[in-house]
Structure formats: C-alpha cells, structure tokens
C-alpha cells in the first residue's frame, strides 16, 4: 500500500507538471503566466464590503465586491464554468473580511450546495471550497445543514421573478444547533438562492440567517 500511494502521488505530481507546462495558468486580469490572480491585478481590484438588510427571512446580506467587476466576474468564471481550483484563494481572501464584519461568536457557516448531478460534473462545490477557506482563516465551523434536491437550471439564466419560481422547494434542511447561521456563496444577485435556503432553515431550526458572498450585482 505505502508503495501505491508513492506511486499515485507521483503520478499526480507528474500530471500536474504536464499540465502545468502545456496549459500554465495565467491571470484573469493581465494573461500573466503563473498565477490566476496577479499581484498587480489584485491591487488594483476594488473591493468595497457591503452590507444591506436582508429581504423576507434574512437577516442581511453581505458582499465583497461589486459583480460588475470585470476582474472578479473573470476569477468566478474562472472556478465555476472552467473549473479552476486556484481561483478559491483570490475570492475566499476577499470573503474572509466580508464574514468577519457580520460574525459573531455561536455562528456556523453553511455552503449554497449543489444538486449531486452538479457536482458529479464540476467535481467540487465552489461554495463548499470557500467556506472552507474562511472556515480556517476564522474558526468558524462549517455545518452540512442544507440539500439541494431539484436539478435546476441556473440562476444566471433566470429573470426577475423567473429566480424565484426556479428555486421554489428546491432545498430541505436539517436542524441546526447554532446562534446564528451564516450562508456562503460566490455570487448574489436578487438574493434568491438565500431566501429559498433561509425557508427551508427556518423548517427546521429557528435560528437567525445572514447571507455572505464574494460578489453581488
């Protein structure tokens, strides 16, 4: 087993160097070689946290930056349609201050889930890898409280009240022995996927909830 687990691990390494070699990352913002994100584009990335009251069930609704901002659109894109893991780092470094300013003690995090075909596709929760990150960078525990159990179209090709009706039942949740609970997601728009969560939650616990995400627009 040890000799096999070597041996998986230097394949991967050796998959990655390929990869790496034949299609290096270069930066959303300047094609820059060697990283999604360069330092000179995150500078001049403006980032503004904002909170407003939240609709229906939510408490509030939180962002870091504006989503028409080429740049942060580019990183989203980056790790939700192209599947690029290394885009969580630049958009978990902006969510991290923008849940730190609603935190507070006895709160959990709760990752927007994806329906299981989703998944199996993407491979990964975008929503899920940064709450992770924040989840380390705050210690905040994470909770598993919410499905996803319709397959619906997504929110991008909905309109107005087409958002609602798209997510109607779409989520189940299971009770949560929290103060508060704090939903992630990379991007909101109307605050619908929010909203539908907040419902299901509130079936089941009846405890504050907030949403936080890194884009908002």
């Not at 403006?46 to 009251?53: F, L």
């Not at 069930?57 to 893991?85: C, G, M």
């Not at 090709?157 to 087409?162: A, N, R």
């Amino acid at each position: 087993m040890p000799v096999l687990t070597a041996f998986r691990r230097a394949l991967h390494t050796s998959g990655r160097f390929l990869l790496d070699a034949l299609a290096p990352l270069r930066c959303v913002g300047c094609n820059r070689i060697g990283t999604i994100a360069c330092p000179d584009c995150l500078a001049k990335a403006q980032t503004t946290v904002t909170t407003t009251p939240g609709p229906e069930l939510l408490v509030s609704i939180t962002s870091a930056v504006e989503y028409q901002n080429d740049f942060a659109q580019r990183l989203v894109h980056a790790l939700k349609y192209d599947h690029i893991r290394d885009a969580v780092v630049p958009l978990a470094n902006w969510l991290i201050p923008a849940v730190q300013t609603v935190h507070q003690p006895g709160d959990v995090l709760v990752p927007v889930p994806l329906h299981a075909r989703r998944l199996r596709q993407r491979g990964f929760n975008q929503s899920e890898e940064l709450a992770k990150k924040v989840s380390v960078a705050l210690n905040i525990p994470i909770v598993y409280a919410v499905q996803r159990n319709l397959n619906t179209k997504p929110q991008v090709e909905c309109d107005g009240e087409e958002r609602r009706k798209n997510l109607h039942e779409a989520f189940t949740a299971t009770r949560v022995d929290a103060k508060r609970i704090i939903l992630i997601d990379d991007v909101t728009t109307t605050g619908s996927t929010f909203v539908e969560i907040a419902k299901a939650i509130k079936k089941a616990s009846n405890v504050p909830v907030l949403g936080v995400a890194v884009g908002r627009g």
